[in-house]
């Protein structure tokens, strides 16, 4: 079916494209043309990036000391950790949280926080930016309510353009602006659908 | 026929229904032209550069499609090609099989509703669950989407508690957040259980193979990191030339959209998962539906293959916002629907020929559309085939004609008619002729004018 199908539907496109006597140009335009003007692009990347991250209903965080101690707040008391950052953040946290390093998928529903680092970061709209080299769990990044990227200053795009061009090879790399959400119902708000209710970026300098 | 069919179902919508969808549609118009018009200086020039991406990209798929799948084999990925609906539910159906699958996860997609995906799964025993929010309940109600965004905007919150509760979903509950957090719980476990994700996808570059998959709910996102295959079902108009593009249109898709500066989960997909990451697909699979696009492509009208589904055309429609989703007929509604829909009819198309003229040509669509359709010239291009096609619906509610053009043609027969017109003032509306009747059904006639510029002109010419 699908070697004969293959030929039909290019042939039909040919046989629809060949009599246009002139094509489409590819156009013209800089990088940055759907870039917000009034975005100051030179701005400091971290300070840009939390105000706009709190735009999207984000929350910015900085040091694993101010994370734990918002966690224990809210009674988050049981989550998901990468194994290779949970050493440097794990002074931070007392005996009452119970961390595991190895995400269980039988468990879905006892996370209710987990912590991945983050590939990146864009000031521009206060996304963040996971790829699979980086996340060591796609689930642990989304299934918990809380979900924790951990990011570097460097890492932060100043732009929507700046980090598509940046993507790379990584062969999945989502943009998380704010946590997940609808307005499915009757229009109005609701967020943590199927991911995170609440999407912290932590920077760890 | 007296009236369009689209007037006849807009006459018989609930008082509820239409109030649900003017206020849905009318909130999506309104944080549209915020995001745009408070982020941007010059968003009429980026929406004119969008469709001049776009344009490019369909006009040149012959050069794209072959590149693409060679772009997708290169990065793991397996290509497939479907004709028609039914060649693309088989291949669907073939490449569970082969996995031995019987439980699929899927994303929103329009253009898995075109081809009746779920229902053709069903019937070969396949479990098929939407889980995005809006698809979920039409779902579990047997019932359609009405907007291409937002597919509840007809429904409000009893009539969705109601349905859950009927369903096994918790006692009747009407609070958002409630129904949403039901929806959560049930929907993650049938997440990790199933064995299939099948996705759609917003845009497919050319030069990388990349696919760009956006939500808002983290729904597709789940579906991929849940499941060990990936099924994506792709339009061949989605194709974009560069990487560069989707920065262009991922702006003005979320803007236009829903008014946020990018929808929440913006996920650019290139193959089967990594080696090192233990979550997601280890198979993908990429399906390139034609469907009727290539008759388009051929067409007068191919413009409209340019449309990324935002759905801003619309919520800005008068006849939309009156008539809702449902009184299109079809899967894609509104304006885009309009258009669209007779055009992928195939041999239907005299069956739709009268979703064209279900506009004031206002232009207000084109005026909002992020990649600059001219949806009016398409309407009335497809109005003039309708007729040529000699389609009944085509004609469907239009005054007989040939009275006006014998006094148009005839200048003092046209003259006549205007020094005597008033008369119609005094006909009862028994007896007007059928065209004067239905439109005094709603208002009334303006007194009659006719006449008073030839007396101004003679007064004129005479001083």
């Known amino acids: 079916m699908s070697a004969s199908s293959r030929e039909a539907i290019l042939n039909r496109v040919r046989a629809a494209l060949t009599p246009l006597p002139r094509r489409a140009a590819y156009p013209e335009f800089g990088d940055n043309v759907a870039t917000m003007p009034a975005f100051d692009r030179e701005a400091d990347r971290w300070t840009a990036f939390s105000e706009r991250q709190k735009l999207v209903n984000g929350m910015p965080m900085v040091g694993a000391t101010a994370l734990a101690t918002w966690l224990r707040e809210n009674g988050h008391l049981r989550g998901y950790c990468d194994p290779t950052l949970w050493a440097e953040l794990a002074p931070a946290f007392g005996p009452e949280f119970s961390v595991s390093t190895d995400y269980d998928r039988a468990q879905v529903d006892e996370y209710a926080f987990g912590i991945t680092r983050a590939a990146g970061a864009i000031a521009e709209t206060g996304s963040i930016i996971l790829n699979d080299s980086t996340t060591s769990r796609r ?17 932060i795009y100043s732009d929507v353009a700046a980090a598509i061009a940046a993507l790379g090879k990584d ?3 989502i943009f998380c602006t704010g946590p997940s959400k ?10 943590g659908v199927h991911g995170p209710g609440v999407q912290i970026a932590l920077l760890i300098d | 026929m007296k009236y369009q069919q689209i007037d006849q179902f807009a006459a018989g919508l609930a008082r509820e229904k239409r109030a649900a969808v003017y206020d849905g549609s009318k909130a999506g118009y309104d944080s549209r032209y915020k995001a745009l018009f408070t982020h941007y200086t ?33 990065n793991g990925a397996k290509v497939h090609w479907a004709a028609d609906a039914r060649e693309a539910c088989e291949a669907v159906l073939k490449i569970m099989r082969d996995r031995g699958a019987t439980k699929m996860v899927k994303a929103k997609t329009m253009v898995s509703e075109e081809i009746e995906l779920a229902h053709f799964l069903e019937k070969e025993g396949v479990e098929c669950l939407e889980t995005d929010l809006g698809e979920f309940i039409v779902q579990i109600d047997h019932d359609h989407p009405s907007h291409i965004v937002k597919p509840i905007i007809h ?6 508690a109601t349905s859950f509760e009927k369903n096994g979903l918790g006692e009747y509950n009407d609070d958002p957040g409630t129904i949403t957090r039901r929806a959560r719980q049930y929907l993650r476990h049938k997440y990790l259980a199933a064995d299939v994700a099948l996705t759609g996808a917003n845009f497919l570059s050319a030069e ?10 983290g729904n597709s996102r789940f579906c991929l990191a849940a499941t060990k295959v990936h099924i994506a079902l792709i339009g061949i108009e989605k194709i974009v030339a560069r990487d560069r593009d989707l920065a262009v249109l991922l702006n003005l898709l979320g803007r236009s959209g829903t008014g ?5 989960y913006t996920e650019f997909i290139t193959g089967p998962k990594s080696a090192a990451q233990p979550d997601g697909p280890e198979e993908m699979h990429v399906i390139f539906v034609d469907n009727g696009r290539t008759d388009v492509l051929e067409s007068d009208c191919r413009e409209i293959l340019r449309c990324i589904r935002c759905g801003a055309c619309l919520n800005v429609c008068p006849v939309y916002r009156q008539a809702s989703g449902h009184a299109y007929r079809a899967v894609y509604p509104g304006p885009v629907g309009a258009v669209l829909s007779p055009l992928l009819a195939g041999k239907k198309f005299p069956e739709m020929a009268d979703l064209p003229k279900a506009s004031t040509l206002c232009g207000a669509c084109n005026e909002v559309c992020p990649v600059n359709i001219p949806i009016p010239d398409l309407l009335l291009r497809l109005r003039d085939k309708g007729k040529q096609a000699g389609s009944a619906a085509a004609s469907a509610a239009t005054p007989p004609m040939g009275g006006y053009a014998i006094l148009a043609t005839q200048p003092a027969a046209w003259k006549a008619a205007l020094s005597m017109g008033g008369i119609i003032n005094a006909v009862p509306t028994p007896l007007l002729p059928q065209a004067a009747k239905t439109w005094v059904e709603t208002r009334g006639l ?3 004018r006719g006449g008073q510029f030839r007396k101004w002109m003679k007064q004129r010419k005479k001083s």
């Open chain 1, 171 to 173: 062969t999945n790399i």
């Open chain 1, 139 to 155: 689930l642990g990044a989304l299934t918990p309510w809380v979900h924790a990227a951990v990011l570097r200053r460097e890492n």
């Open chain 2, 260 to 264: 946020q500066q990018l929808t929440s």
């Open chain 2, 42 to 74: 010059a968003p009429d020039e980026l929406r004119h550069l969008a469709g001049e991406i776009k344009q490019h990209a369909i006009e040149n798929l012959d050069t794209y499609l072959p590149q693409v799948e060679a772009k997708l084999q290169e």
């Open chain 2, 208 to 217: 990388s193979g990349r696919m760009v998959l956006v939500t808002n709910e």
């Open chain 2, 446 to 448: 303006p007194p009659w």
């Open chain 1, 182 to 191: 609808t307005a499915d119902v009757e229009g109005i708000l609701i967020e």
């Open chain 2, 155 to 160: 429904k409000n919150r009893r009539e969705i």
